[in-house]
């Protein structure tokens, strides 16, 4: 099993439409065969300058480079990540 969790900011102001609209979004991710477990999440920590997480479980490699493959994925780092988020970090996880 794989955990693929991101976690980030966006340009948008908070609380905004557009901010809305990229969270709306990206609820298409959860849709693409494989994905398991899709989570849009609010980050709540003061330890860190991130508002937001999506997290998703894979149940191997395979079905997640078919994820990162997918044409629905792609399309949304082409026309909403890459213009929309500002900082991110993206973590990958796998059981010991």
Known sequence: ???HTVVFRLHHAKGSA???AFLDAARVLGRIPGVE???R???VSPKNGFD???SME???????EGYN???DHV???RDRWIPEVAEFLEIDYAPL
């Open 1 to 3: 099993m794989i955990r």
């Open 18 to 20: 557009p901010e809305a």
């Open 37 to 39: 477990a899709f989570e």
């Open 41 to 43: 999440l609010r980050q």
């Open 52 to 54: 937001f997480g999506f």
């Open 58 to 64: 894979f149940a191997d490699a395979s079905a997640y």
């Open 69 to 71: 493959t997918h044409p």
């Open 75 to 77: 399309a949304f780092v």
